[in-house]
């Protein structure tokens, strides 16, 4: 869908593949935070303060996109933003994979 919004010249067909973005991501971070609360329920705020310290790697990543696409074009700059969704689907399989000790409340 970002791709059909950053390469088509069809308006209509940029608006609906924004939109899609979009509405993909207000899904996806709205599935991460119930998930994030669920680990520890009773500890809100301790999970998104660690949710949020984690998040704090996030600020590099457009940096990074930018010297990949100085580097090597828009094309790779762009490649890297696609390639967050199948490595963070293969961590999500992984975890659910992975044996877990029952979370306490309190």
Not at 4 to 25: E, M, N
Not at 33 to 40: A, D, G, I, M, P
Not at 71 to 96: D, E, F, N
């Amino acid at each position: 869908t970002l791709p059909a919004a950053i390469y088509v010249d069809v308006l209509p067909v940029q608006l609906t593949g924004a939109f899609a973005f979009g509405v993909a991501g207000a899904v996806f971070y709205t599935t991460l935070e119930s998930v994030l609360l669920s680990l520890r329920p009773g500890q809100a705020g301790a999970v998104s303060a660690v949710a949020s310290m984690v998040g704090m790697a996030e600020i590099a990543f457009p940096a990074l996109v930018g010297a990949l696409a100085d580097a090597r074009g828009l094309g790779w700059g762009l490649a890297l933003y696609a390639a967050v969704p199948p490595v963070i689907l293969a961590l999500a399989a992984w975890w659910r994979r992975a044996p877990r000790r029952p979370a306490r409340a309190g």
